[in-house]
């Protein structure tokens, strides 16, 4: 079928349904809703069978949806209506919820429902949740509605709050004046319901220091005390603030945007505060190991079982700064030392990684060095990775990854994905060339020509046609809990197997040694660095606008030609 995804943002849920049709043989188009003029033009242009909505912030037209069944993603169970779905159900300790394949009309979310599902809340954040478990029952419902479509006669649910399966109902917008924090009398369990609903948009507003900023993340901490509302450690970039009865890490701030002055965006606490202001606060630091057995933030954790040391790194929205890039190395080399032959990399939820972080970059006084700063390190990563021939490296993604994020688990000897996983392997769409050792690492597993494609056609690729182009080697079908729990049977296989992993690391060694006479890891270095340099300090190049609109959130004109279909 001629199926067009109509969305606001070609976000995570669009281009994993995106992904999973083109897998099963339908031909997809995108048209984002940049108006209802270019929305009729787009869909005059792709004449789909059947248009679907997977994240709309705005009404289809009628004339649009009277000539074609539309169908909207909503992420809510049967009769939850409202722009805050999400936000409500983990400020009200919902338990389950679920996401609603409904048809299209005149009232918003009140069509006929074509295919629900449950599943069941997590304790994250609600960007972490909508990437994981909602795109997932998202997938499961989207698939069944184009199902009952195909084969046709289907006769959707009306919507009827007087069947006891439907158990939402409409709610409000979740305004600030509901997310407000009262450090005086709110609980760290209260606190962290609030963080959690808000992230990663629009945020809580709150004051700190006499200034307003939007809090970004709450993690618990299970140490620290102080007086409610008071900044009692810093770690890492992130603030730690006392509650009535705890404490609650924040690693973002997003200043509020004063009337008329320019964007604001996400970045890490400290950099946005007055450093005056912190001088008198501790920064109390964390080791990958002690942070694997503490209810503490960390963006590090290390922990051993059966044999093989596990290195998590979970960075907000994937974006890896010169800094975390640095203390990710130092606690990549400190595994390397330990006792295990196998080391598998990458967090157990969301994403594995997007690459340098561009919100840093923008921020920075100077973005071109900051830039340049930021690559070198992530290089250095994925140079350690490379050239680590005592041990068998997995990366192990439970989420997506994206441009450099792809190039650093493809320096691993082998990758390992949920079959929910998206890649997103090229830097087109920023304006770069990209590093990471990429014209080594990819070329070697798909072959020449399939790695330029990659490059040039800059589309999400899902797991499933990842493992059948050799991009990875294993795909799984499991939550992100059960992928963990398979990750953990078939890494310790690995290592309880003396023999065989022996022989594998030996080989190993020999073919490193093989590459690196045929042509040094040095001189991929160089190349790609030598145009990456261009990008970042050349005259006339894309790099700098690109990332400032994508930073700043400017909205597109037009939906880009390679999304068209």
Same mark, same amino acid.
């Given at each position: 079928m001629r199926i067009l995804l109509v969305a606001s943002a070609f976000n995570s849920l669009s281009q994993r349904i995106h992904t999973e049709l083109r897998q099963r043989g339908h031909q997809v188009g995108v048209e984002l809703a940049l108006g209802d003029e270019s929305l009729r033009v787009g869909v005059a242009r792709f004449r789909p069978d059947l248009i679907l909505a997977p994240m709309l912030t705005t009404a289809v037209p009628e004339d649009i949806w009277s000539q074609y069944l539309v169908l909207i993603v909503h992420p809510g169970p049967k009769g939850d209506r409202?722009?805050?779905?999400?936000?409500?159900?983990?400020?009200?300790?919902? @338990?389950?919820?679920?996401?609603?394949?409904?048809?299209?009309?005149?009232?918003?979310?009140?069509?006929?429902?074509?295919?629900?599902?449950?599943?069941?809340?997590?304790?994250?954040?609600?960007?972490?949740?909508? +990437?994981?478990?909602?795109?997932? =029952?998202? !997938?499961?419902?989207?698939?069944?509605? !184009?199902?009952?479509?195909?084969?046709?006669?289907?006769?959707?649910?009306?919507?009827?709050?007087?069947?006891?399966?439907?158990?939402?109902?409409?709610?409000?917008?979740?305004?600030?004046?509901?997310?407000r924090i009262d450090w005086s009398s709110d609980t760290s369990a209260t606190v962290l319901r609030k963080l959690r609903a808000a992230d990663s948009q629009p945020g809580v507003l709150d004051e700190l220091y006499g200034r307003e900023y939007f809090l970004h993340g709450g993690h618990q901490?299970?140490?620290?005390?102080?007086?409610?509302?008071?900044?009692?450690?810093?770690?890492?970039? #992130?603030?730690?603030?006392?509650?009535?009865?705890?404490?609650?890490?924040?690693?973002?701030?997003?200043?509020?945007?004063?009337?008329?002055?320019? #964007?604001?965006?996400?970045?890490?606490?400290? =950099?946005?505060?007055?450093?005056?202001?912190?001088?008198?606060?501790?920064?109390?630091?964390?080791?990958?190991? @002690?942070?694997?057995? +503490?209810?503490?933030?960390?963006?590090? /954790?290390?922990? @051993?079982?059966?044999? !093989?040391?596990?290195?998590?790194?979970?960075?907000?929205?994937?974006?890896?700064?010169?800094?975390?890039?640095?203390?990710?190395?130092?606690?990549?080399?400190? #595994?390397?030392? /330990?006792?295990?032959?196998?080391?598998?990399?990458?967090?157990?939820?969301?994403?594995?990684?997007?690459?340098?972080?561009?919100n840093v970059i923008e921020a920075a006084p100077d973005p071109a060095e900051e830039s340049w700063r930021n690559i070198n390190a992530i290089d250095d990563v994925a140079e350690a990775i490379l050239t680590t021939t005592d041990k068998l490296v997995i990366s192990a993604l439970s989420g997506n990854a994206a441009a450099g994020g792809v190039m650093l688990a493809l320096a691993a000897d082998e990758i390992w994905c949920r079959e929910s996983v998206v890649l997103n392997p090229h830097y087109r769409l920023m304006g770069l060339c990209g590093s990471e050792y990429w014209t080594y690492t990819l070329p070697r597993r798909v072959g020449t020509e399939q790695a330029d494609r990659l490059m040039s056609e800059a589309r999400p690729v899902g797991a499933r046609d990842a493992e059948s182009l050799g991009l990875v080697d294993r795909v799984v079908g499991e939550g992100a809990a059960e992928f963990?729990?398979?990750?953990?049977?078939?890494?310790?296989?690995?290592?309880?197997?003396?023999?065989?992993?022996?022989?594998?690391?030996?080989?190993?060694?020999?073919?490193?040694?093989?590459? @690196?006479?045929?042509?040094?890891?040095?001189?991929? /270095?160089?190349?790609?660095?030598?145009?990456? /340099?261009?990008?970042?300090?050349?005259?006339?190049?894309?790099?700098?606008?690109?990332?400032?609109?994508? !930073?700043?959130?400017?909205?597109?004109? #037009?939906t880009p030609a390679h999304l068209l279909g």
């Open positions: 409202g722009p805050s779905s999400l936000d409500w159900a983990i400020s009200t300790g919902a @338990e389950e919820w679920g996401v609603t394949v409904l048809q299209a009309v005149a009232e918003m979310d009140a069509g006929p429902i074509w295919a629900s599902e449950a599943f069941p809340m997590r304790l994250c954040g609600k960007s972490e949740l909508y +990437r994981t478990d909602v795109s997932d =029952a998202a !997938v499961r419902a989207v698939m069944t509605a !184009v199902h009952y479509f195909e084969k046709g006669g289907f006769e959707p649910e009306p919507l009827d709050y007087s069947n006891p399966e439907v158990m939402g109902q409409e709610r409000p917008y979740h305004s600030q004046a509901i997310r901490e299970d140490q620290l005390r102080g007086d409610p509302g008071t900044v009692v450690a810093t770690r890492d970039g #992130a603030i730690c603030r006392a509650t009535v009865d705890g404490a609650v890490w924040l690693p973002q701030l997003r200043p509020r945007r004063i009337p008329g002055g320019p #964007a604001t965006f996400k970045q890490p606490a400290t =950099a946005v505060m007055d450093r005056e202001l912190l001088v008198d606060v501790p920064e109390v630091s964390v080791t990958p190991a @002690e942070a694997a057995i +503490r209810e503490t933030w960390s963006e590090l /954790r290390y922990y @051993e079982y059966d044999s !093989v040391g596990y290195l998590e790194f979970s960075y907000a929205g994937g974006a890896m700064s010169t800094d975390q890039c640095r203390r990710l190395l130092d606690a990549y080399r400190q #595994a390397c030392a /330990r006792p295990v032959t196998v080391l598998v990399l990458g967090p157990a939820r969301d994403f594995f990684s997007n690459g340098i972080h561009l963990r729990a398979w990750v953990r049977k078939e890494a310790a296989a690995l290592a309880a197997d003396g023999s065989a992993l022996a022989e594998r690391l030996l080989d190993k060694k020999r073919r490193r040694a093989l590459d @690196e006479a045929a042509k040094p890891l040095a001189a991929y /270095r160089s190349e790609e660095l030598g145009r990456m /340099r261009q990008h970042f300090y050349g005259s006339g190049e894309l790099y700098h606008r690109l990332r400032h609109e994508f !930073v700043t959130n400017v909205r597109p004109t #037009a």
